[in-house]
């Protein structure tokens, strides 16, 4: 069965710190893995996908997110903080058939200090 | 704005009652989810259609049901409401399958 944890339910990062939210999955196959984020009242936005192309996947806002097998992580990170970047976010892992369900992490809520 | 809409905005109700969320995917895309976002349980994905067949099922109560219409719109049944039911309904859609979920901006359900 496929499962997804992230490390930290809040992190807090200065403005101008690297951001780094950590995810691993489980999964026997290949999978799918996304990030998202959600913000505030608003539904989720999908930052980045890795579909078994580059390992390196950059996404939007200046996120990107390496897939490492040997470890099953999908980490994200940005070089610099924004105030604007304060979220939470969720990573999400899935096969790769319409019969394969999405799994979510619990999320991991970011705080930006100025 | 996502292009994916869903009705109500907000819904109050009473335990024991039936309600019905209503989602239309954006313009072509064949794929709906279903979400609940609740506090204490997260993100759970409750029920996927692909093309009016359902292709996969999470976390669903069996008090819940959904269907996708011919013209790909999407409802989700919940009845004999349970106070443990108020949560953050969300629906997504995707143009096929396992690709980019746009989300709507969700149902927020309250169970008295």
């Known amino acids: 069965a496929q499962s997804v944890t992230q490390l930290g339910s809040h992190v807090s990062v200065s403005e101008g710190a690297l951001v780094l939210l950590r995810c691993n999955y489980s999964?026997?196959?290949?999978?799918?893995l996304f990030w998202y984020v959600q913000y505030p009242n608003q539904g989720l936005q999908l930052l980045l996908k890795?579909?078994?192309?580059?390992?390196l996947v950059k996404g939007i806002n200046g996120f990107e997110a390496e897939f490492k097998k040997s470890e099953t992580s999908f980490h994200l990170t940005k070089p610099s903080a924004h105030m604007s970047d304060a979220a939470e976010y969720f990573c999400?892992?899935?096969?790769?058939?319409?019969?394969?369900?999405?799994?979510f992490g619990p999320g991991t809520s970011l705080s930006v200090i100025p | 704005d996502s292009g994916v809409t869903q009705t109500p905005k907000h819904l109050i109700t009473a335990t024991g009652q039936r309600v019905t969320l209503r989602c239309s995917p954006r313009s072509g895309d064949l794929s709906v989810y279903w979400y609940q976002q609740s506090l204490d349980q997260g993100l759970q994905f409750l029920i996927h259609y692909y093309n009016g067949e359902e292709r996969a099922k999470g976390n669903i109560l069996e008090r819940f049901s959904a269907q996708q219409f011919p013209d790909l719109h999407s409802e989700l049944n919940l009845s004999s409401l349970e106070l443990g039911d108020s949560a953050l309904y969300f629906c997504?859609?995707?143009?096929?399958?396992?690709?980019?979920?746009?989300f709507g901006p969700g149902t927020r359900l309250l169970v008295l």
């Open positions: 999400a892992v899935s096969g790769a058939t319409s019969y394969d369900k999405v799994i």
């Open positions: 890795y579909t078994s192309a580059a390992t």
């Open positions: 999964s026997s196959v290949p999978p799918y």
């Open positions: 997504a859609s995707s143009p096929l399958y396992q690709e980019t979920q746009y």
